[in-house]
Nanobody, 126 residues
């Protein structure tokens, strides 16, 4: 069992930056590839970014490429999402998720992730 706890969300203005963190429990953090998803009101949950267990491979949805960076610190059992140049359309609840898929290649499908956090709200005002 893996527990995920997100933090770092908040209310910011367009153009600002935020860093989200996802702390995980357990000793097997390195077995999991990690992803960040987001869900805006009235919309489907969408993939934002993913990272392999080693951190060597990262994946992004097109709308955040060049603005967001996913990273992980396996010694701290934590994955991060650094967000720059935030836009109002980035407003959503952001979730981190974990998958044991040994062939992880940045799956955009939420059903392929085994564990989820409770989410953290990011609101970007114009």
């Amino acid at each position: 069992q893996v527990q995920l706890v997100e933090s770092g969300g908040g209310l910011v203005q367009a153009g600002d930056s935020l860093r989200l963190s996802c702390a995980t429990s357990g000793r097997t953090f390195t077995y999991y590839a990690m992803g960040w998803f987001r869900q805006a009101p009235g919309k489907e949950r969408e993939f934002v970014a993913g990272i392999s267990w080693s951190g060597g491979n990262t994946y992004y949805t097109d709308s955040v490429k060049g603005r967001f960076t996913i990273s992980r610190d396996n010694a701290k059992n934590t994955v991060y999402l650094q967000m720059h140049s935030l836009k109002p359309e980035d407003t959503a609840v952001y979730y981190c998720a974990a998958t044991k898929d040994p062939y992880y290649s940045g799956s955009v499908y939420s059903y392929e992730y085994d564990y989820w956090g409770q989410g953290t709200q990011v609101t970007v005002s114009s």
